[in-house]
Structures are given as C-alpha cells and as structure tokens.
C-alpha cells in the first residue's frame, strides 16, 4: 500500500467535503469538545473532526512566539494559535494535502488571520528553516506518517534552542493484526499506522527529545474506534 498517495486521497475527499476521518466520526463539534476544545473554540473557522486531542491546551503559548503546525489540515489548530501569539507572533501551518491548504487559506483570508501562513509541504522534508520556530504542535497527524522519525528529527531540527513540541497523537497498546494493518479506512483514520506507545516514545527520544508524558486518553477507543485497544497520547517534548 503506498501510504502517502493513500492518505492523500482520503484527506483531500475529507477537505472537498468538510467532514471526518473514518474514525467513527458524525459530529464534529461533539468530537472537539470530548478532546478538549472549548465552546469558545468552536467558534474558530477550520475544525473539521480530525484530532484526538487538543495540543494548544497541552503547554503555554506565549505572544510573539513562532508556533509550527504539523499537518495544519483547514486550520483550526493554527487559528488557535494565533490568538496566543497575537500580532507580534507568527504562525506556520504545514500540509502535503493541495486541496487542505487551499481551504486552510481560504479560512485565513475570509477571518482576516494575518499572522497565519500556510505552506504545502512533507512534514518528513520541512519546508523551514533550522532553528525558526519557538513550538511544533501536532493533533493525531504523525501516525499517518511512513518514517515517523524523520518527522520527529525534523520538528527538532526546526526548533530553536529550548523550543518545544506539543504532540495529541493515537497509539497502540497492543499489536495490530494483519488485516488491520493493510485496512486503507484505518489508515486515513489513524489507526493502521499507529505504533505501540512505547515505540512512539523511543522515537522522540531517539530524536534527542526530553520527553514527558502530559495525559493518556483510553476512553477515545470506544468514543471513535470502536473499541480498538489504543489511546490518545498527550506529549511534551524539549529541545
């Protein structure tokens, strides 16, 4: 199965129709608010179902920071953010999807975000420079990814000296079968491509990250995944 083209499909169908993932998803509002979004942030353009967290609420923003986006889908996340940041703060949104980066900058320029930009690109290749931005921020987007540490090596390598990500991502708790590790619906809904924590933990330590471990959603299983023995990892990790 090629992965990315896979994904890339999926995700573009889920931005032409503004809906969810194959997750179990049929409300998105009631979705965001199960993972910790607030009535207040709903009223932010751009959610469209897809997290199982909310990285924002996770660690502290401040204004003027440069916050980075790891698969920005429409928006939401970013927007988000630059209300931390403020005018003096800039936010980066990252997407391989065209056609979630075309709505992403539709949303931006329809609510006026100027602080907002939103580049097409791999989160395995950054389009950044090294050392550019205060905080990554992901919300269940690095399971989707083939080498997931290179994603991570890349959020270190673009982070200044003491930045920080802040990851809500799904993991396994235990093995997958074969089946549904070559299910294309699992995939595009974040679960075909999962790892076990523990694994997904190495990896950000294998990326030379300080690792700690913020909050464990298992209630997500039977919320969306229909009873899948995983959860939604919540992560900080310091450069």
Do not use: H
């Not at 509002?29 to 199960?34: D, P, R």
């Not at 698969?71 to 800039?90: E, I, M, T």
């Not at 080498?147 to 991502?169: M, P, Q, T, W």
């Not at 076990?196 to 030379?208: H, I, S, V």
């Amino acid at each position: 199965m090629d992965v990315k083209k896979t994904v890339r499909e999926a995700y573009g169908n889920i931005a032409k129709n503004s809906g969810c993932c194959s997750c179990g998803c049929s409300n998105k509002e009631a979705i965001a608010k199960s993972i910790g979004y607030s009535d207040n942030d709903l009223k932010t353009p751009g959610n469209l179902g897809l997290g199982c967290g909310n990285p924002l609420a996770l660690g502290k923003i401040k204004e003027g920071e440069t916050v980075l986006d790891l698969g920005s889908g429409a928006g939401f996340d970013c927007f988000l953010a630059a209300r931390k940041v403020g005018k003096k703060g800039k936010v980066i949104g990252v997407d391989f999807t065209k056609a979630m980066i075309l709505k992403a900058r539709e949303n931006a320029f329809r609510n006026r975000y100027d602080n907002v930009e939103f580049k097409e690109g791999d989160i395995e290749d950054l389009p950044l420079e090294s050392n550019s931005v205060d905080v990554v921020i992901s919300n269940c987007i690095i399971n989707l990814a083939p080498d997931k540490l290179k994603v991570f090596k890349e959020a270190y390598r673009v982070l200044k000296s003491n930045g920080r990500i802040y990851v809500s991502d799904i993991v396994l708790l235990e093995e997958l079968d074969e089946e549904k590790k070559s299910d294309k619906n699992l995939l595009s809904g974040c679960v075909a491509g999962a790892l076990l924590k523990e694994d997904y933990l190495k990896l950000m330590k294998d990326a030379w990250f300080k690792v700690s471990i913020l909050s464990e959603d298992k209630d997500i299983s039977k919320r969306q995944y229909e009873g899948i023995n995983l959860e939604s990892l919540k992560i900080e990790g310091k450069k």
